[in-house]
């Protein structure tokens, strides 16, 4: 594979990836602990109630790649994220490496569940976003579950 590009310009992404506060968290999902991260903007005040986005990564991704991208992005324009690894990858427990679709579903919700107890977020602004297999998972998850308010998925597939 050859990358086209100055690669000044990735390292300068990855340097500033963090302009926002960063809370590492734990949620149960079927009894399993799940590993992620809540992603503050930088102008975050206590006590505000913000809208919130929690960015899903595709087929084997993990929360330290495409949901930390997506949500440096997302801080800077208001949005709390919540950046997750579903079961069985990175520090999540479950079986290393299985992935069912259903599970991954099961996962997002009881994050929606999760982002929307904490003191930071509106609970009736928690949006989707998903990568790949993570588009297929929250247009699923948006059809199951109507506290969803918004949905996007990129470079999904489908059936």
Same mark, same amino acid.
């Not at 005040?45 to 990564?57: F, M, T, V, W």
């Not at 427990?93 to 929606?112: M, P, S």
């Given at each position: 594979?050859? !990358? ?6 990735i390292l300068s992404m990855f340097s500033t990836?963090?302009?926002? $506060? ?9 009894? !399993? ?5 809540? !992603? ?8 505000? $109630?913000?809208? #919130? ?12 790649? !495409? ?22 990858? #990175?520090?999540?427990?479950?079986? $290393?490496?299985?992935v069912i679709l259903d599970e991954q579903v099961?996962?997002?919700?009881? #994050? ?43 470079n999904g597939f489908f059936d």
């Amino acid at each position: 594979m050859k !990358y086209y590009g100055n690669h000044n310009n990735i390292l300068s992404m990855f340097s500033t990836i963090l302009i926002c $506060k960063i809370q590492k968290i734990c949620f149960y999902s079927k009894g !399993y602990k799940l590993d992620g991260t809540i !992603y503050l903007p930088d102008d975050y005040q206590p006590g505000e $109630k913000r809208p #919130a986005i929690i960015p899903n990564s595709g087929y084997q991704g993990f929360n330290e790649f !495409y949901p930390r991208l997506f949500a440096r992005n997302l801080t800077q324009a208001g949005y709390v994220c919540l950046g997750f690894d579903y079961r069985g990858f #990175a520090k999540s427990e479950g079986d $290393k490496g299985r992935v069912i679709l259903d599970e991954q579903v099961e996962d997002i919700i009881n #994050a929606v569940s999760f982002l929307q107890a904490q003191s930071e977020v509106n609970p009736d602004q928690v949006g989707l976003l998903g990568w790949g297999m993570g588009g297929s998972n929250v247009v699923r998850v948006a059809a199951k579950d109507k506290r969803v308010k918004a949905v996007a998925a990129l470079n999904g597939f489908f059936d």
